[in-house]
């Protein structure tokens, strides 16, 4: 079946550096979103992206699409202890299912 | 506007006994899910449903059972418990299915299976 795995499951970064975590499809995607699910929490939905290459941006946060639609990245530009979390992305083939990837657990030390 | 709720929010059961888990939405969506999560397994699709009385497999659907008899609710159930049961469970609903909708997510059910 499909596939989606991320990269790091896990980075503990100090308060103001970067964060990027990796999603890839062993499938094509029709399109991929990312969720935020806060320490025990639920998943909350951040951003859908649907374009081959397509780039947006929420703050210090920016996601990626790649040109292949098989691949994204999430990038947090200057972490905060707010950031703390587990990102998932989540992908979709067009059956109406979503395969959501492994996760990566974001710690912040401030 | 209450959004997702589930109930319970925790339970431990005995290997071989059974139970229901309840989802409710208020926000008239079409679409209900219900996932387990599991250490470093991500969200894992159990069964969904794409409208009143309609149910379908998920990635995980041995040993549950679902029902959609009222569009706002969604029924998950054990009847025979298992240890490898144990999980948080998550319920969620979109407004359409999940091609350009987002989806709404419970605030978890705890489950021990001893």
């Known amino acids: 079946g499909q596939q989606v795995m991320q990269i790091p499951q896990y980075q503990h970064v100090q308060e103001g550096e970067d964060f990027t975590t990796y999603c890839n499809s062993s499938?094509?995607?029709?399109?991929i979103q990312w969720y935020k699910q806060r320490p025990g929490g639920h998943p909350v939905f951040l951003i859908q992206?649907?374009?081959?290459?397509e780039v947006k941006k929420q703050k210090r946060l920016t996601f990626q699409f790649g040109e292949a639609k098989k691949n994204s990245s999430l990038h947090i530009t200057a972490t905060q202890t707010t950031d703390v979390g587990t990102y998932f992305c989540?992908?979709?083939?067009?059956?109406?299912?979503?395969?959501f990837g492994t996760g990566t657990r974001l710690l912040v030390s401030p | 506007n209450a959004g997702v709720t589930q109930t319970p929010k925790f339970r431990v059961l005995k290997t071989g006994q059974s139970m229901t888990l309840l989802c409710a939405q208020d926000?008239?969506?079409?679409?209900m899910y219900w996932y387990r999560q599991d250490p470093g397994m991500g969200l894992r699709l159990i069964h969904y449903?794409?409208?009143?009385?309609?149910?379908a497999k998920g990635e995980v659907p041995d040993g549950y059972n679902v029902s959609r008899l009222k569009k706002q609710n969604f029924l998950l159930g054990l009847e025979s418990a298992a240890p490898s049961q144990t999980s948080v469970y998550f319920c969620?609903?979109?407004?359409?299915?999940?091609?350009?909708?987002?989806?709404?997510f419970g605030p978890g059910t705890r489950l021990t299976v001893l």
């Open positions: 969620a609903s979109s407004p359409f299915g999940t091609t350009y909708n987002e989806q709404f």
């Open positions: 499938t094509t995607l029709s399109n």
């Open positions: 992206l649907v374009k081959s290459g």
């Open positions: 989540a992908g979709n083939t067009g059956f109406q299912k979503l395969v």
């Open positions: 926000m008239n969506h079409e679409y």
């Open positions: 449903s794409v409208g009143e009385g309609t149910t």
